[in-house]
């Protein structure tokens, strides 16, 4: 996943008119973060819906979990992308996301009480399930940090 950085008007020796000598911008910083490769399932339930992503290669697993692990009890959402461009990002806040480990992944399963918030979250599932079918690539996100692509 590519990242850009906007630097200020100001960088790396630019002048207004009138001014000194501008000083050197410090060169930002590379926040690298390699996200896991995974199978990510969606499905509806009872209430809501349902995320499964599995990883064949353990180091890989143990990422996933690590990082769900960290951002458990946040925000959820799933965003999908073609050709690097996102098409389609739902935010599961409607209702409440929780995480369950697997022996290979992870399990998230977002439900509501409220009849309308869990036929929001049901729509948000056939969107992604139709995206991904089409040849989306899914990103399964908890507080907007990518933890799972597919």
């Not at 990883?55 to 458990?72: E, G, I, R």
């Not at 461009?85 to 996301?97: E, I």
């Not at 995480?99 to 009480?113: A, H, L, W």
Request: glycine share 8%; hydrophobic share 35%; aromatic share 0%.
């Amino acid at each position: 996943m590519a990242t850009a950085t906007m630097k200020p008007m100001m960088s790396s020796g630019m002048m207004m008119p009138g001014m000194g000598a501008g000083m050197p911008a410090p060169t930002p910083a590379m926040n690298g973060l390699m996200i896991p490769r995974c199978t990510m399932k969606m499905e509806k339930c009872t209430g809501g819906m349902k995320i499964t992503c599995s990883c064949d290669d353990k180091m890989a697993c143990s990422m996933l979990q690590n990082l769900c692990s960290m951002m458990a009890g946040s925000r959820c959402s799933c965003c999908c992308m073609m050709n690097g461009a996102m098409v389609c990002c739902c935010n599961l806040t409607m209702g409440m996301c929780k995480c369950e480990m697997t022996k290979d992944g992870v399990c998230i399963t977002c439900v509501s009480g409220d009849k309308s918030c869990c036929d929001m979250i049901q729509s948000c599932c056939d969107c992604m399930c139709t995206m991904m079918t089409a040849g989306c690539t899914c990103c399964l996100m908890m507080n907007d940090m990518p933890v799972c692509c597919c």
